[in-house]
């Protein structure tokens, strides 16, 4: 079965320095994984995705990723923390099925505190 | 509107009474998905709409809860004789379905703001 682990449950920076999440995943074969990033109040939004190709992944907001396959990683990172950043940030992990139907493993998240 | 919506966006019940709520995907979007977010705690799966195929209930918690989706889009998750500890948010996502062959996965998931139940 797969899943999803995010070893962090708080991540708590200065503005400006850099930041790293991490995100472990289990899956049986070339897994789809999501990076997704949830405000206060708000719904999640996907930040960036990993499908194929390119093991870096760059995404919105400045945030990027990297699909380690021999350490079953997707870790997200990002150079320059800035206020507006301090949410709750989840890794997903996925993939084609064969036959029935599909659904996304989601970790517990990871929130991001900044301090000024 | 060009985003997943829900109603209401809060819901405060008491104890031993039923509740709905509404999901309104993306037009187009094949897949439905309906998860629990609990203070502090990650997505929980509910229940998941393909198309027209019967759809995957493996994540609900109780026979207390059941969701439909009326032709294909809009879905409504009903639980009945709600308990406190049913107090959470109620996320629905839609996506559109990649099918190669007999495979089939999910593109991104585009997320509601979500519903707040209370069960007083």
């Known amino acids: 079965a797969q899943s999803v682990t995010q070893p962090d449950i708080h991540i708590t920076v200065s503005e400006g320095a850099s930041l790293e999440l991490r995100c472990n995943y289990s899956?049986?074969?070339?897994?789809?994984l999501f990076w997704y990033v949830q405000s206060p109040g708000q719904g999640l939004q996907l930040l960036l995705k990993y499908f194929s190709g390119d093991t870096l992944v760059q995404g919105i907001k400045g945030f990027e990723a990297e699909f380690k396959r021999s350490q079953s990683s997707f870790n997200l990172r990002k150079p320059s923390v800035h206020w507006s950043d301090a949410a709750e940030y989840f890794c997903a992990v996925g993939g084609p099925s064969s036959g029935g139907s599909y659904i996304p493993t989601f970790g517990r998240g990871t929130s991001l505190i900044v301090h000024p | 509107g060009a985003g997943v919506s829900q109603s209401p966006s809060n819901k405060v019940t008491e104890k031993g009474k039923d509740v709905e709520l509404r999901c309104d995907p993306i037009s187009g979007h094949t897949a439905l998905y309906w998860y629990r977010q609990s203070l502090g705690q990650g997505l929980e799966f509910l229940i998941y709409?393909?198309?027209?195929?019967?759809?995957?209930k493996s994540g609900l918690p109780s026979d207390r809860f059941s969701a439909e989706r009326t032709g294909g889009s809009v879905s409504t998750l009903t639980i009945q004789r709600t308990q406190q500890e049913d107090s959470a948010v109620y996320l629905c996502a839609s996506s559109i379905t990649l099918i190669s062959g007999r495979r089939q996965s999910t593109d991104t998931q585009y997320f509601g703001p979500g519903t707040r139940l209370t069960v007083l």
């Open positions: 709409f393909q198309g027209n195929s019967a759809p995957d």
């Open positions: 899956y049986g074969a070339t897994p789809y």
